[in-house]
Structures are given as structure tokens and as C-alpha cells.
């Protein structure tokens, strides 16, 4: 009777041994899988999440043992990486800690905040319409030393590592620490020399990186622009026109474009436009800090569409290329 006792009490021991201990997660193909929690689920939303997406082959012992180790109190938000064969212990340990795994988020190439704001929402749990409300408060950027037209100048290109659950408040501010990492004394002071803001040295990037695909061009380019600055030139960047129109991929400026009435069209308005057009590379900031010095005061696309420029020092000699450039536009039937 005794010897009974003791095997069933075995077999008990081990039954209870294998639903804490034992693999309880199968995975359709094997791979990782990335649990998404909301913030605010609570322990049934979590369940109905495990269901919805077939990760536990057993769920009653999963429940048994979630409410064993206290799990339906400490639902944490996050993204969470799922191994095959898990346990039902290592994945309660595992969601009932936070114990998520980090986004690698990518800052590129973005031209405007609703851009921005939809690249953002696909990489992290802020919703685009909430950072599209801060991205447009003057007062809430203003703490930062930007505005809805400048916004776009916070954010340096660049893969962060951020938690999937962090809001929208939170990635801002995040984001200007690393803006203001960026911004070294070596950088401030070369902007200080040159008689540009940070955020100006950014708006005159964003429209040299727009320019041109050729990155050996954006010191030369940056000098130029530069020139024009400083003799009160005004820039006539056909990229800003392309922006206040909302047509950025528009291959031909015409001259009745250059009379649309926007603070960002440059060929009516003198100086840099209110912010910049576009998120700029940090190889563009950087080669508006080390410009290469010259005269030249004008360029246009080669007529080889190489993706190069000519550059001329007088209005003569532009006419000249801005001739052989538009010839060949017309040849090649690209007339807007």
C-alpha cells in the first residue's frame, strides 16, 4: 500500500514537474516569434494573444501555471521574444518580469512629420496621430528649442535601440538627447563660425541632399549655397519648390513654379526656408560644417544625366549649362 502510495505520489510529482518545467510552446515554423503586449492588456488579453497566435500547445497548464506564480497581477507591456519548446515557466518568468526585447528603430529619410510620424508608428507602440500632435505643438517643441517647421531638424539619422511599448512623449525626448549628443562643441563651434544655427546648418543639408545622389558633391554644393547666403543671393533651390508644392518627385522645375507663394520657395524668398525639407544624412550636416571654399555661385544638372553638376561662377556661363541641360530635357520629352 505504501509502495502505492509512493508511485502515485511519483507520477504526481512528475505530471506537476512536467507542466511547470516542461515544453509547453510550439512554434508553427520553429522561429522566434515576437509576442506584441499593448499597454494596458490585461492577464486575458494576454491569453486570448497566446490563443490567437497558437503559441502554447497546452493552456490550462499555462493558466495553472500563471495563477501559481502570480502572473494575472504583473502583465507588463512589450515585445517579447518566443523560443520553441519553452516551458511554461521559462515563458511566465519571462512575461511576468518585462523582460522584452529591445527595437533596433531606423531614423532615414523622411521629408515631412506625417512621414516621419508613419515610419515611427510602424517601428514602436506610440500611435502616428500622437506623435503627429506633438511634432505640430509649438508649445511642446518649444522646450526643446524647435517648432512644427524646424521638428524634422531633431532627428539624426540613425539605428536606436528603444522599448516596442514607448510613447510618444518619450520618444521625443529621447530624441533630442540624441540630437543633443550629436551636437558636440566641435560641431557647435564650426556653426558658430560659419554664421549657422544647428538647426540652420540642418535646412541647408536637407536641401543639399535633395540636390544630388553624389555625396563627393555635397562639400562643393554646400560651399556654394554659402556663397549665396553671404552675398544675399537669394538660393533658388529647386528642391524648395518641389517642397512647397508637395510634388517631390517632379523632374523639371518651370518658371511659373518659381512663383508659388511659400515661405519655402527660395527663388522668392531670400535666406534659408523656415525648417528643413527633409531629414539630411549626417554626412550632409557634416559637409555643410566643412564646405569646400570657392567662387562658384550657380550650378545645374549635367546634360548627361550622370547625376553631377556643372558649376560656374557667372550667371554667363550658367545660362550656358542651364541650355545644354534643358535641351536635352526637351529631347527626352520630360517636360514636367
Known amino acids: 500500500m505504501i509502495i502505492i502510495i509512493f508511485v502515485i505520489s511519483g507520477i504526481e510529482i512528475g505530471r506537476l514537474y512536467h507542466q511547470i518545467y516542461g515544453p509547453n510552446v510550439k512554434l508553427v515554423h520553429k522561429k522566434d516569434f515576437y509576442l506584441f503586449i499593448p499597454t494596458g492588456s490585461t492577464y486575458e488579453d494576454v491569453i486570448l494573444l497566446l490563443q490567437k497566435n497558437k503559441i502554447v500547445r497546452d493552456r490550462k497548464t499555462f493558466e495553472w501555471a500563471a495563477m501559481k506564480k502570480k502572473y494575472p497581477a504583473n502583465v507588463h507591456p512589450g515585445r517579447y521574444r518566443i523560443r520553441n519548446n519553452m516551458s511554461n515557466n521559462e515563458l511566465i518568468n519571462m512575461l511576468r518580469a518585462g523582460l522584452q526585447e529591445p527595437v533596433d528603430l531606423v531614423i532615414n529619410m523622411a521629408r515631412t512629420t506625417d512621414e516621419l510620424a508613419e515610419k515611427i508608428s510602424g517601428q514602436i507602440e506610440a500611435p502616428k496621430d500622437e506623435l503627429l500632435k506633438l511634432l505640430h505643438n509649438n508649445q511642446f517643441l518649444s522646450q526643446y528649442g524647435f517648432n512644427r517647421e524646424s521638428a524634422l531638424g531633431m532627428f539624426i539619422p540613425n539605428t536606436y535601440e528603444f522599448w516596442w511599448n514607448t510613447s510618444a512623449e518619450s520618444f521625443i525626448k529621447r530624441m533630442y538627447r540624441e540630437y543633443d549628443n550629436f551636437w558636440t ?8 563660425e560659419i554664421n549657422l544655427s544647428p538647426n540652420e546648418v540642418i535646412t541647408l543639408a536637407s536641401i543639399i541632399v535633395n540636390e544630388t545622389n553624389m555625396e563627393n558633391e555635397y562639400r562643393r554644393i554646400a560651399g556654394l549655397y554659402i556663397n549665396r547666403l553671404s552675398q544675399g543671393v537669394k538660393l533658388q533651390a529647386d528642391p ?12 523639371r522645375i518651370l518658371t511659373r513654379d518659381t512663383y508659388i507663394d511659400s515661405p519655402y520657395n527660395t527663388y522668392l524668398y531670400g535666406g534659408l526656408p523656415p525648417g528643413p525639407i527633409s531629414i539630411p544624412t549626417v554626412k550632409a550636416i557634416d559637409s555643410v560644417l566643412k564646405y569646400e571654399k570657392h567662387n562658384y555661385l550657380y550650378f545645374c544638372a549635367r546634360e548627361d544625366f550622370s547625376g553631377y553638376h556643372n558649376f560656374a561662377r557667372t550667371l554667363d556661363q550658367h545660362n550656358k549649362n542651364a541650355r545644354l541641360y534643358q535641351n536635352e530635357l526637351n529631347r527626352r520629352k520630360i517636360l514636367k
Open 185 to 192: 562643441r566641435e560641431r557647435i563651434s564650426r556653426a558658430k
Open 240 to 251: 524648395t519648390v518641389k517642397f512647397a508644392m508637395g510634388h517631390f518627385e517632379k523632374q
